[in-house]
């Protein structure tokens, strides 16, 4: 094979390649859609890693076709072969975030150089939250909400980064019905989860790379009859393997750690399902709490 279509056999090659595409010294022939496919999976190689094709395919708005023209357009022989890249990459590195700075460091600026990457950071929360919205399944987001609404009590589970998530969607329950607490390790994982019986609900949160503990809690979780709900960026994630619904919420981008946009608006949209689920239970619940915040003179 020429040189100048040999397939890149790294992510700092493919990294490589990119840059010349984009400058025009490369003479292979992209379409500008596959292009900008290519300039996201090369910003978040770990989604490139785990994601099946159909899955990138949603989470890129394209057709599985695009995907593998691009990989053969790059000189792969397919997909897979051009996946492998990813994947022995994310299994030689464990410097995610130092890794996610370097990119950030190093993308491309013109005169605007701080707006360019306020926009490029934009862009990738746009494409996380298509791709959530592309994931998302009728039939569990009802089932799911149901289980938020019903489950005598939900503890919500999420940590590092993913503890605001955990935190901010156990407040937007908690808004809405009794019995909703972040499930926190301060105590012991252990005793925590033997506040929990069969028919109460975890809701487990975390991204690439995961939290070994979160996983643990449901999969023990899980052995309990506990319903476990996880919200996390593949279905290849360990968390997805242990729950009874999952939610995805794509988490890649230019950010130096998970960009959590997707994620945010996901734990919205599952509150409002609640809310609606709940009906008057949880407008009394609403209102109970704008008393309590008028007594104490909370707000101005």
């Known amino acids: 094979m020429p040189e100048q279509t040999r397939a890149p056999a790294s992510l700092e090659e493919l990294m490589q390649l990119l840059a010349a595409l984009e400058s025009g010294s490369d003479g292979r022939r992209i379409g500008r859609r596959a292009l900008s ?9 770990r989604q490139s890693a785990v994601y099946s094709i159909t899955e990138l395919a949603s989470t890129f708005g394209v057709h599985a076709s695009t995907l593998t023209r691009l ?42 150089r701080a707006l360019d990457v306020v926009s490029r950071i934009a862009r990738d929360e746009k494409s996380n939250i298509q791709g959530m919205m592309n994931n998302l ?18 503890r919500v589970m999420g940590l590092r980064q993913s503890y605001a998530i955990a935190s901010y969607f156990s407040y937007t329950l ?60 593949s279905y290849a994630s360990p968390l997805a393997g242990q729950a009874t619904h999952t939610f995805i919420a794509p988490a890649g981008g230019h950010f130096f750690s998970n960009s959590m946009g997707g994620a945010l608006v996901l734990i919205q949209a599952l509150s409002a399902l609640v809310a609606r689920e709940l009906g008057d239970d949880a407008l009394a619940a609403l209102h109970e709490r704008e008393a309590l915040i008028a007594e104490l003179g909370v707000e101005y």
């Open 137 to 154: 399944d009728a039939a569990a987001l009802g089932a799911g909400s149901g289980l938020m609404a019903r489950a005598p009590r939900v």
């Open 174 to 233: 908690g808004m809405l019905r009794d019995d909703v607490a972040v499930l926190s390790p301060e105590h012991g994982v252990a005793h925590e989860l033997a506040q929990l019986r069969g028919g109460d609900l975890l809701v487990v949160v975390g991204f690439a790379p995961y939290t070994r503990i979160t996983v643990d809690a449901a999969q023990i979780a899980t052995g309990r009859d506990i319903p476990v709900i996880a919200i996390t960026d």
């Open 37 to 45: 496919v290519f300039r996201d999976m090369v910003a978040a190689p």
């Open 71 to 112: 990989a053969k357009s790059l000189g792969y022989r397919g997909f897979a072969e051009f996946q492998a890249v990813f994947r022995r990459h994310v299994a030689q590195t464990g410097h995610f975030y130092s890794e996610q700075a370097s990119r950030l460091r190093d993308m491309p600026g013109g005169q605007h």
